[in-house]
């Protein structure tokens, strides 16, 4: 499932729970793409706590995403990941690596707060 969080309209912020499926993911993919209409670069939150994976439907969707958005990696300028399972918040910033333009960060659940703000700070491209 996807909760749509309260955030900023330069801010995807997204709350996670249980195993998302291709209907939670097309949600997810809609708010993102309103908000790259409205601004050059958007921050994402993912509050992934209550995340327990998704299905096969999800994870194609989620791929061909990737795909449609190469070259534009650009505009993703922050993700903010907030989880309490340390093996997630390793592959997220490790796969930050993959993405120049692009930082990612993990942090704690008690510090999601801090979590909206720091993706909520963008630097205008260059």
């Not at 327990?52 to 993700?79: I, V």
Request: hydrophobic share 40%; charged share 25%.
């Amino acid at each position: 499932m996807i909760d749509i969080l309260p955030s900023p309209s330069h801010v995807g912020a997204y709350r996670f729970s249980g195993t998302l499926d291709g209907a939670d993911y097309d949600r997810c993919i809609a708010d993102i793409e309103a908000r790259l209409r409205l601004h050059e670069r958007v921050g994402l939150y993912c509050d992934m706590t209550g995340f327990t994976g998704l299905t096969p439907e999800a994870l194609a969707k989620d791929l061909r995403y990737a795909l449609d958005k190469f070259g534009q990696y650009r505009r993703f300028a922050r993700g903010a990941i907030v989880t309490d399972k340390r093996w997630l918040a390793g592959i997220s910033e490790f796969a930050g690596r993959f993405f120049p333009n692009t930082e990612i960060r993990a942090f704690e659940p008690e510090d999601h707060d801090a979590a909206l703000a720091w993706a909520s700070q963008i630097e205008p491209l260059a």
